[in-house]
């Protein structure tokens, strides 16, 4: 079974400065997704980023970006220019590719604070 | 585009007592996801359902829990009796059925925080 570890349950960063979650997972599959969500304090969790494993590019979305290693099966999460609107818990997410295993493993979550 | 919704936003029961949690997934959403957080710990999965079909029901965690998807639009899931150690935010969440393998986003509700005393 894949398990998915995030050892940091809480960061702090300044506005306009940038902070990196880590996560690391566990799994035998070649290929799998990995994703970051963000739950704001109103709850609605939303997709930040997504990595497909067989890509060797880390992903990007505007401030948003990964450092994908597979061979150490790391998958940090890179705000840059913190808004306050970052603030929110951030889970890692693994999913296989295979057959109809569909569902989410995630992590325990990061709280990430962000001040002025 | 309605999201997912969740109904209700929150529950307080006592043990022993039923409770009913509704979900209504993305218009045309064929997959529906149940998904459990249990305070201070990782989002659990619990089934997914394929239209009206379940997928995968291995996250159940006992025959207490009852899920269903009459009709593959909304799903309920229903708790008889709870107990404390059911307390927790559930998380419906529901996605397009995959094409040509590749996977589409899960999309999540609100969650319902349920609290059992």
């Known amino acids: 079974a894949q398990t998915v570890t995030q050892s940091q349950p809480e960061m702090s960063v300044q506005e306009a400065e940038t902070v990196t979650l880590s996560c690391t997972y566990d799994t035998s599959e070649s290929d799998y997704y990995l994703f970051w969500y963000k739950q704001p304090p109103s709850r609605q969790m939303i997709l930040v980023i997504r990595?497909?494993?067989?890509?060797?590019q880390n992903a990007t979305e505007n401030r948003f970006s990964v450092n994908f290693q597979k061979a150490a099966k790391s998958f940090s999460l890179k705000i840059s220019d913190s808004q306050l609107g970052d603030a929110a818990m951030y889970f890692c997410a693994y999913r296989s590719v295979t057959g109809t295993a569909s569902k989410l493993t995630f992590g325990t979550g990061t709280r990430l604070q962000v001040t002025l | 585009e309605a999201g997912v919704t969740q109904f209700p936003s929150h529950s307080v029961i006592e043990k022993g007592q039923t409770v009913t949690l509704r979900c209504d997934p993305i218009?045309?959403?064929?997959?529906l996801y149940w998904y459990r957080r249990v305070m201070g710990k990782e989002i659990k999965f619990l089934l997914h359902f394929v239209k009206e079909s379940k997928q995968d029901e291995s996250g159940m965690p006992n025959n207490r829990f009852l899920a269903e998807r009459t009709g593959g639009t909304y799903s309920t899931l229903k708790v008889q009796p709870a107990e404390l150690e059911d307390s927790g935010v559930y998380f419906c969440?529901?996605?397009?059925?995959?094409?040509?393998?590749?996977?589409?986003?899960?999309?999540f509700g609100p969650g319902t925080r349920l609290t059992v005393t």
């Open positions: 218009s045309g959403h064929d997959n």
């Open positions: 990595q497909e494993a067989y890509k060797q």
């Open positions: 969440a529901s996605s397009r059925q995959e094409e040509w393998g590749r996977a589409y986003e899960q999309y």
